[in-house]
């Protein structure tokens, strides 16, 4: 799984991509907040590097939505930023920040920082799903079928997660809806079932155990 940068300065985005690479942490980097979200849809990050100092939006109110979100909540994030006053580093870790790392900073510490950190947190959550052929590690966000991993989008991921923990219980298009986007259904809405659909394709034969209770909503089961 990836890592994820969030900085605009192209030379030090380039220059921690490349480092990290080079130090077996896969990572690709974003000058801009609209393009890491459009990738957080695609794919759940392994762990997000975010400078504060950003256009479009601060790298403060991107740490607040996601540790407001269910779904990553438990998201590593290590800040890094040219900012260092004690008032910044406070308040990013008041946000939920996991580590903070002023600029300028040698390549070398940063590859050590970041292997202490997915270290610490993935250690800490042990908590894992499996039903049948399907086994979901939250602390990793990793998802496999089989033992091979499946890449998928952010809504995809909280769904499957949301079922697993409901193992064997209906859950209605409403509860999904209200949970994960945030706003009742309408009736006429067909975004939950558009999405297990294709969740149900990246899964292959275990998007079997992704049951639909007509008029209702949807439900996992084991084999």
Sequence with gaps: MMIYLVEDDENI?????YA???????????????AFYA???????????????LPEEDGLSILRK?????????LPVMMLTARSSEYDKVLGLDL?????????????????????LLRRTEAAEEK????????????????TVDGEAV?????????????LKNEDKVL????????IWGYAFDGENRTVDVHIRTLRQKLGGAGEYIETVRGVGYKIIGD
């Design 96 to 116: 939920g920040a996991d580590d903070y790392m002023p600029k300028p900073f040698g390549m070398m510490e940063l590859a050590a920082r970041v292997k202490a």
């Design 151 to 163: 890449t998928l989008a952010l809504k995809e991921y909280e769904i499957l997660c949301m079922l």
């Design 39 to 53: 990738a957080m849809e695609q794919a759940m990050p392994r762990m997000l590097l975010l400078d504060i100092m």
């Design 172 to 179: 209605t298009r409403d509860r999904l809806l209200s949970e």
């Design 13 to 17: 985005r380039e220059l921690v991509v």
């Design 20 to 34: 990290l690479n080079q130090s077996g942490l896969p990572t690709t980097g974003f000058g801009r907040p609209s």
């Design 128 to 143: 894992e799903y499996r039903v049948g052929r399907l086994a979901v590690f939250p602390g990793k966000h990793l998802v």
């Design 66 to 74: 996601i540790r407001e979100n269910p779904a990553t909540r438990k």
